[in-house]
């Protein structure tokens, strides 16, 4: 089975700091995405990528910024913390738009 | 309108029923479509994908309806175990991208 492990299950981060939540998956995919779910919403996409060093744009990318090096690793950057910010952050991982995505336990983030 | 749309429930139902969701989605171009489970502060899990022809797994069955543009999830002598919220996904268009439905929340009772 697919494993995509996220750093941490839960943060508690200041207003204004720098954070950086990891992803990492195990089975070679190239398709790795970072979504926000918060109550009602539903799964937004904030950035995905495709391969390394390449990076696109999703629904709300404002306030984020995403980093891939390797193939199995896929951060996600917030600038500048701020309170809107707070919400549960999922990355996934896909081999072929077949087969869905598989994904991390998820990092719940809190922004003071 | 959304480009997917799900009733967000709560569905109550008593252990043993049958019970059924709908999903509509509005991109005619949509080519892949699955159903996820998610569990109360855990991430979404693959239920089943959803093929053209209809699939059945064990009590799930999944039914694509394209000409109407939506998706359909039965579930058969539900189990206290089978609550859960249930997203509809669809991908957008010929790409990798995936459109999620906000979900349908769905309590099974003893």
């Known amino acids: 089975d697919v494993k995509v492990t996220q750093s941490s299950r839960y943060l508690v981060k200041r207003t204004g700091e720098k954070v950086f939540l990891e992803c990492v998956q195990d089975?070679?995919?190239?398709?790795m995405f970072w979504y926000r779910q918060d109550p009602g919403l539903g799964l937004r996409l904030i950035y995905f990528s495709y391969d390394v060093k390449m990076k696109e744009k999703g629904d709300i990318p404002e306030g984020y910024s995403v980093s891939r090096e390797k193939k199995e690793r896929f951060s996600l950057i917030l600038e500048s913390a701020s309170t809107n910010q707070t919400s549960m952050y999922l990355c996934a991982s896909s081999l072929d738009k077949r087969y869905g995505y598989t994904f991390g336990s998820g990092t719940r983030l809190t922004v003071v | 309108r959304k480009e997917v749309e799900q009733d967000p429930g709560p569905f109550n139902v008593p252990e043993g029923a049958t019970v059924a969701f709908n999903c509509t989605y509005s991109n005619s171009a949509s080519q892949s479509f699955f159903w996820y489970r998610q569990d109360c502060r855990k991430e979404p899990k693959l239920l089943m994908s959803v093929y053209s022809s209809g699939n059945e797994d064990g009590r799930f069955t999944a039914q694509l309806n394209r000409a109407s543009q939506y998706i359909s999830l039965l579930i058969r002598d539900s189990k206290l175990s089978d609550s859960a919220t249930y997203l509809c996904v669809v991908n957008k268009g010929s790409n990798y991208q995936l459109i999620w439905g906000a979900g349908t929340k769905l309590i099974i009772k003893p």
């Open positions: 089975m070679d995919h190239e398709n």
